[in-house]
């Protein structure tokens, strides 16, 4: 044990006395020196990486927390929460707000259910076709909550109830949206082809002009084109349908005749620079359509009823495509500025008003202020310089019975 003691005290100045010599002191403090430097080493190495992996983990954290209600919030509807609470709440709070409000999620069944009768329109510089593009609005929205806007102005325009006119060569996007659910809307290709500049130029005066011309003097409208039916009947260059004369079962141009809606299109300009908003309601009709439409008048009211206000299949002037009912189709539109207009106004542009009131004995029909007829102003003048109630059976001395 002594031994030992002496040993180890014997040992002492190798391991301990190493304030005492300098030598051993030196080598071994060097060693321990190491030794600790390496475990300071690892303790900061260690440390670091715990810092590093700690913050890596504080990172991924916020992102993925924001993301579980962030992610489905699209950027315009954050941009929306944000305005509306920011002039109230601070901007943390704001924040808050935008982070927890459900987002309005766009249901893609939804998007772009509003259906045009044409996707694509082909146009020449200082066309203006007043085209009634929508032929289905969906649910929730109306016709006053359409939107119509063009991205290039320049090349065509629209109105507010989507009629496009030609301004000058090149291609455009038209799109109408729902005022009350931007999500709903629908988007027509404009190709508008024609002479640039110095023509395009004349054309727009040429235009306007036209445009107003109705107001002061007098527009040419010219008749339409014959049509291709054996059954049609004509006086003059006047197609006549009525009760006493009708079309081919077969007979479908398909669509409103192209000279008439080019000059319906005049008329709803003219209409609305008296402040009048005219818009077509129904336009061209098929035998097919005519007799779905009839057969059920005939099933409600019975047949002699029906007769005086729904046209049998073959007999009804929609088949035509020259006869367009405009805005309400019953007897409320009776009276209405708008009906007014049309009584006063539809013969500068071409169309006659073809149901007078107190004429039902020679038209066959009750009084229908909202059917129009193109004839040209020919015609339409020389009816009108005969009297407003004047009547085509009238002027040609026709029938018009069953
Ligand atoms: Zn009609």
């Known amino acids: 044990m002594d031994n030992n003691e002496f040993n180890e005290y014997n040992q002492e100045p190798r391991q301990y006395p190493r304030q005492n010599s300098q030598r051993p002191r030196k080598r071994v403090s060097k060693e321990t020196f190491r030794k600790r430097q390496f475990a300071a080493l690892c303790v900061i190495a260690f440390l670091v990486l715990l810092f590093v992996i700690l913050m ?35 901007p943390a709070a704001t924040t808050t707000v935008t982070t927890t409000t459900t987002a309005p999620i766009i ?67 038209v799109t109408v949206k729902s005022a009350k659910d931007p999500s709903l809307e629908a988007t027509v290709k404009v190709v508008v082809a024609g002479e640039p500049s110095l023509e395009q130029t004349a054309n727009n005066t040429t235009t306007t002009t036209t445009t107003k011309e109705p107001q002061s003097a007098r527009a040419e409208a010219p008749a339409p084109s014959k049509i291709n039916d054996p059954k049609a009947h004509y006086e003059g260059d006047v197609l006549i349908v009525n009760k006493s004369y009708s079309l081919s079962s077969d007979y479908n141009p398909g669509g409103l005749d192209p000279t008439c809606s080019e000059w319906f299109n005049k008329l709803v300009q003219g209409a609305a620079e008296d402040g009048i908003n005219i818009y077509l309601s129904s336009g061209f009709r098929s035998y097919d359509y005519q007799s ?45 500025p708008e009906a007014e207009w049309i009584a006063a106004h539809c013969y500068e542009y071409g169309f006659i008003l073809r149901y007078p009131e ?28 005969i009297g407003p109630d004047a009547t085509l059976e009238e002027y040609y001395g026709i029938d018009s019975k069953y």
């Not at 085209?131 to 090349?155: K, Q």
């Not at 049998?312 to 019953?330: C, F, K, W, Y």
């Open 358 to 385: 107190g004429k039902q004995s020679i038209t066959g029909y009750k009084y229908e202020p909202w059917h129009i007829r193109y004839v040209g102003t020919e015609i339409s003048y020389a009816l009108h310089d």
């Open 107 to 173: 249901d893609p069944s939804k998007a772009g259910a509003i259906k045009l009768d044409k996707y694509t329109v082909y146009l020449e510089v200082g066309q203006a076709p007043a085209l009634a593009l929508i032929t289905e609005h969906p649910d929730g929205m109306e016709e006053a909550d359409e939107v119509w806007s063009s991205d290039h102005p320049e090349i065509a325009t629209v109105d507010e109830w989507g009629h496009i006119s030609a301004v000058s060569p090149g291609t455009c996007y």
């Open 292 to 336: 779905q439409i009839y057969n059920n008048y005939v099933g409600i009211y019975g047949q002699d009823t029906a007769d005086t206000f729904s046209a049998r299949p073959g007999h009804s002037e929609h088949q035509t495509g020259l006869a367009i009912d405009v805005n309400i189709i019953d007897d409320s539109f009776r009276g209405t």
């Open 56 to 90: 890596a983990k504080a990172c991924s954290k916020k992102p993925s927390s924001d993301s579980s209600g962030g992610d489905a919030v699209p950027a315009e509807s954050q941009t929306t929460d944000v305005n509306e609470e920011a002039s109230t709440e601070d």
